[in-house]
């Protein structure tokens, strides 16, 4: 994930007080997966199985429920996923008779996120000693995973530190140290 402070003039790490600047935020985790059920295409014979499913959206660790498999024994259940690519992914299912059908619907990521939600942020200037700190409205990203923070001022010379935070537990995402100096 990239913070970026951009003043109207440019972009660094050090600023003019007293400027409007931009604070974008770019690489934030937007929708959480695949929410329509995808159809499987097929697995194979083998352990774990390679499940293919066109464009399937998921990552590493996901969880997904199962439905409709033909293969011997059924891959129906709630599974773990393990991506191997944009098309297949294996779960731990010792497949002896390959499978032509199904349907793979994601449930939740491994931070158990419910399928449908969106994370949402803020922003938070921590300001140097006797500067208030200031705080973003909660957001959530564009589906190209940025946010931009329009015209900030930078009230007082000194260290800041712009945060990103995760709206559902506070946890840091993301920071960076930003100088201001007395504009020239």
Known sequence: MTVAIAARTGAASVVERKTACHIDITGL????????PKTIIGNT???PTVVNVTAHGLETGDHVTISGSNSTPTLNGARVVTVTDANHFTVPVNVTVAGTAGTVTFVSDDDSLAAGTERRYYILVDAPVGVDDARSVVFSPSSDGKFTW??????EDGSYTIKVLDMADDELVASQAVTVVATS
Do not use: L, M, S
């Open 29 to 36: 985790e937007a929708n959480v997966g695949v929410v329509t």
């Open 45 to 47: 014979i083998a352990n």
């Open 150 to 155: 329009d015209d900030y001022i930078f009230p």
